[in-house]
């Protein structure tokens, strides 16, 4: 396993088009999270998922974004209507619960979003 | 949610110890610390974490304060590949997988 994927690596989009990101975590990692960093900031938790179920949401996360892992696998996040306020750096990441070793979080390289 | 407080910024030479310093006055009996980093254009990395005792992995060492209200990061001889941005992070539960919350971290620099 080559640990979490994120595709692409970066995205330029014009203001008002829709981007769709995909994350394929660690095969035998049933949870999965988005986050969102903005320059000069740490990561924001976004969303994440037990499964194919997504079991909580951040009011960071407004009506044009969406996310999906319908067979709890790889999770794709869609931005609709992208604004210049979008532009961040899109971080997954995954782990498996519960587990008797947990060496915590394994993160994917992200996705830069740019949006002009 | 119980808070860490860490310095922005921090500089080592290469080859030398160096001891990240985290303070969280009001961490909970259950919470742990979780140490991650983040390289230039990555996304973060998971260094080490703990609950009371003090801890050492091949990456670094962790050491606890006795009333757990603060935590240094200990990495014995910095590279220049540890040049990163470092976050302590207070997490419910070594295993819950609860979300983890952010802060500014400390930027460490490495001079040659």
């Known amino acids: 396993d080559t640990g979490v994927s994120q595709d692409p690596r970066h995205k330029i989009t014009k203001r008002g088009q829709n981007v769709t990101f995909r994350c394929d975590p660690i095969?035998?990692?049933?949870?999965l999270y988005w986050y969102r960093q903005t320059l000069g900031q740490g990561p924001e938790f976004l969303t994440y998922f037990q499964n194919e179920a997504q079991l909580e949401k951040s009011r960071l996360l407004s009506d044009r974004f969406s996310a999906e892992r319908p067979k709890g696998s790889f999770s794709t996040l869609e931005i609709q209507r992208t604004e210049q306020g979008d532009s961040a750096m899109y971080l997954c990441?995954?782990?498996?619960?519960?587990?008797?070793?947990?060496?915590?979080?394994?993160f994917g390289s992200g996705t830069r979003l740019t949006v002009v | 949610d119980a808070k860490t407080t860490q310095p922005n910024s921090m500089e080592s030479n290469e080859e030398e110890p160096v001891h990240l310093p985290c303070n969280h006055s009001?961490?909970?009996?259950?919470?742990?610390i979780h140490w991650y980093r983040q390289l230039p254009s990555q996304g973060p990395e998971y260094v080490i974490h703990?609950?009371?005792s003090n801890v050492n992995n091949r990456m670094a060492s962790l050491a606890i304060a006795e009333d757990r209200k603060s935590s240094t990061l200990i990495l014995h001889r910095a590279t220049l590949r540890d040049a990163a941005v470092y976050y302590c992070?207070?997490?419910?539960?070594?295993?819950?997988?609860?979300?983890?919350?952010f802060g500014g971290g400390t930027r460490l620099m490495v001079k040659p």
């Open positions: 990441a995954s782990i498996r619960v519960p587990s008797e070793e947990n060496y915590g979080y394994t």
């Open positions: 009001t961490i909970s009996g259950t919470d742990y």
């Open positions: 095969s035998e990692h049933n949870r």
């Open positions: 992070i207070l997490i419910l539960g070594v295993r819950a997988g609860n979300m983890l919350t």
């Open positions: 703990g609950l009371t």
